[in-house]
Structures are given as structure tokens and as C-alpha cells.
């Protein structure tokens, strides 16, 4: 057994723990269970927080509950949201689950060991809980005053524009609660956690054990992320960044942690990588001799890259990088599917040119003057090629005059053209 809770505090992932909690853990093997919302197939970085915490917890020796909310998807957390959200239908929550489960088999151990994860699905308790039951069993130990006095509802209840909050999401509270006494009373699942803004439901599920059972549960939450600059974590400009390799490919993963400035990768190193820290550390020296180097950035990327895809992605996210932004090589790039190209290029600017009119070649400032529109005018592409300032596949074009054909083509259709040092284009023939 370690101190889980010692871990997360020099970490900078803890926020708020219930008295005692630390001293529960301490004794001995507990076990305890986070939460997974399935509104999609897949989880994002904006899960990984939680994930790294029932890894920390299971590595402490302790036993993690993943709960993945089969019936709470139904319903809606109000917690940091601002509108209602829509519901999900048996069949998409079906197929939501399902991703759900396969990655958390990733990063946690699942087995029979004593301490071994388990995953389980609210709605295997709640399918054939009626209604008036509910009501009954669950309802008369939690007052109206207590749970309006949660802060998830008030922002809510008082938030500009008069949504104002249902009943059917002023309820999730009551039915998240539940969750912990069923798990508390079935599973001797001693401790919940989640994050910070999850505090206000973790409690309820303890203040609901204690009132239907007198008895002691736990709670223990984590910070959650945000980025220095105040933009939100896990966002790019093309969306949010999933774990499902389809959804966001593996060079774009890892380049969204090799892109953290020096103010967030410091945390994010201690966040989402399990190096000890002694190695962070020496890492963290490294970045202060040498920042340009990006120590930080690139162990970081590297680590959450191959646990969440797999050495071979990491290895392919590195080469494609490389040939993007460094001396990679072109017998890289035909190793590539047109899938994968498309992948690596997109928010790139694309042309299309006609692969029998480019069989009879065309001239460098023609092809990217007139037959694409890399450059605005001829004059412009002739100053800039001459200049010593275009590539195309990766080579410096001679001249304005040099001439290009199907010979030419990357993978019999793809050329690459790059204008100055991050400038690319790229350039298919149909």
C-alpha cells in the first residue's frame, strides 16, 4: 500500500477530500469508483483526469470502481452546465458504452485479483426500479432545501436567460447518490470521486448512505484543468480531443501535448504521466536549462501518446511530425494511407489539379499560381522560388520554369508544397 492521497496532493491533482478520508485509505485495500457520463463512444482529455486518478488509486493497491452512467445518461448532469442537454437513446447509449469500456481497459488492470478494476453499469440497478419506489426508497431521506442549496443548481436556478433547470436534471443528484449507497451497500465501495465541480453530488451519495443506514462514506476530489492562457483544456480549433484514435488521430494527439506552453505542460507532466518524482524533477531542470528543447512538452506527449494509443502510433506520430516540421523523409510518407495523409493535412490548404494535364507538365509558378492558388500571382511565386523560399516534396524548387509532372506525384497523387519554414500545401491530382 502507498498514500493514493499523497500522491494526488504533490501531484496538484487534489481539491477538495472528506474528513477522514486519508486515514480510511491508510488502512488498508478500499475500494472506489468514479463515474463515466457516455453522451459519446469515446472519452477526451477532458477524462483523463479522472482515468489518471483510478490509475493512481489501483497502483496505491487500492480496488477501482470505473462506473460508466448506462441509466444517468438518460437523465443529464446539471453540474457546469449551462442548458439542458438533449438524451441519448437506449441504442446510442448502447454503442457509447461499449467504446466507453473498451478504453478504460487501456489504462486500468481488469481481472479477478483482489484489487483488480471493475467496471459496472447504473442502469443493471435502475432498469427495474420504478418510479414510486424511487420516491420512496430514495426521495424521503433528502430534503428539497438540500438540494437546492448545491451549487450546481443555484447557478442554474439563478443563470441569465430563465432556462432555469427540470426536474429531471434537478434530480440527477438524488440518482447519483444512489449510485454510491448501491455500490457503498453492494460493493463496499467506501470512497467516491470525480471532479471538483462533482462535489456537490459525491456528498449527497454520503449524506444518503449516513440518513438510510447511518452509515460512513468518503469523498475525495480532484482540480479540475484549465489552461494558463484561460482557454478551455482539451479544446482545439477543430474540436475537442478525443481518446478514440478515429475520432482524433495519434499525430494530432500527440501534437496537442507537444503543443502545451512551459506554464501548463509544468502541471501536466505531474498530472498525466505516472514518472515519479524524482524523474519530473529531472525533466523539470532539463526544461529550465534548455526551454527550447521542449523536455517537458515532448516526455509528456510521448508518455499519454503511448499509453493511449501504443508504441507503433507514437513511433508514426513522431515520423510524421518530423516530416512536417523536421528532416524526415520522403519513403516515410509512402508508407502512408491516402486515410493518413488526409489525417496529418487537415485545416492544411488543399488543391485539386487534373493528373492528365499535369502528364504533360507544368511549370513550378504556373502550378502554383494559376493551376492552384498557393500564391496570389505568378510575379509573386517567381520572387519567392528564386528567392530560395519554396519547397515542393520536400526538395527547394531551382527555378520558376522548373517543370513538373506525374512523375512528380507522392504515392501516384499527393504533391506537398511548402512556402517558407511551416507554410505547407498540399496538392492532390485526380
Known sequence: MTNFVEELRWRGMLHDIMPNTEEKLNEGMTSGYIGFDPTADSLHVGHLTQIMTLIHFQRAGH????????????????????????????????????????????????????????????ADWFQHFSFLDFIRDVGKHITVN?????????????????????????????????DFYYLWKNHNCMVQMGGSDQ?????????????????????????????????????????????????????????FWLNATDDDVKKWIRIFTLKTREEIEALEAAHEQAPHLRVLQ?????????????????????????????????????????????????????????????????????????????????GEAKKLILGGGVSLNKEKIAAPTTIYNTGSLLNNKYLIVQKGKKNYFLIEAE
Open 298 to 378: 515532448k516526455a509528456l506527449a510521448e508518455d499519454i501518446t503511448v499509453r493511449t494509443h501504443s508504441e507503433a502510433a507514437l513511433e508514426t506520430a513522431i515520423k510524421t511530425s518530423e516530416f512536417l516540421f523536421g528532416n524526415g523523409s520522403l519513403a516515410f510518407f509512402s508508407t502512408l494511407t491516402n486515410e493518413q495523409v488526409l489525417e496529418i493535412f487537415e485545416g492544411i490548404p488543399q488543391f485539386k489539379i487534373d493528373k492528365t494535364e499535369l502528364a504533360a507538365g507544368i511549370d513550378a509558378s504556373t502550378l502554383l499560381a494559376e493551376k492552384t492558388n498557393v500564391f496570389a500571382s505568378k
Open 63 to 122: 480496488k477501482p470502481y470505473a462506473l460508466v452512467g448506462g441509466a444517468t445518461g438518460m437523465v443529464g448532469d446539471p453540474s457546469g452546465k449551462s442548458a439542458e442537454r438533449n438524451l441519448l437513446t437506449t441504442e446510442s447509449l448502447a454503442h457509447n458504452l461499449s467504446g466507453i469500456k473498451a478504453q478504460l481497459s487501456k489504462f486500468l488492470t481488469f481481472g479477478e485479483a483482489s484489487n483488480d478494476a471493475v467496471m459496472v453499469n447504473n
Open 146 to 178: 438540500y438540494m437546492m442549496a448545491k451549487d450546481s443548481v443555484k447557478k442554474r436556478l439563478d443563470g441569465e436567460g430563465g432556462a432555469g433547470l427540470s426536474f429531471t436534471e434537478f434530480s440527477y443528484q438524488l440518482i447519483q447518490g444512489y
Open 199 to 255: 462535489w456537490g453530488n459525491i456528498v449527497t451519495g454520503t449524506e444518503l448512505i449516513r440518513r438510510k443506514e447511518s452509515g460512513t462514506a468518503y469523498a475525495i476530489t480532484t482540480q479540475l484543468i484549465k489552461k494558463a492562457d484561460g482557454t478551455k483544456f482539451g479544446k482545439t480549433e477543430s474540436g475537442a480531443v478525443w481518446l478514440d484514435a478515429v475520432k482524433t488521430s495519434p499525430y494530432k494527439y500527440y501534437q
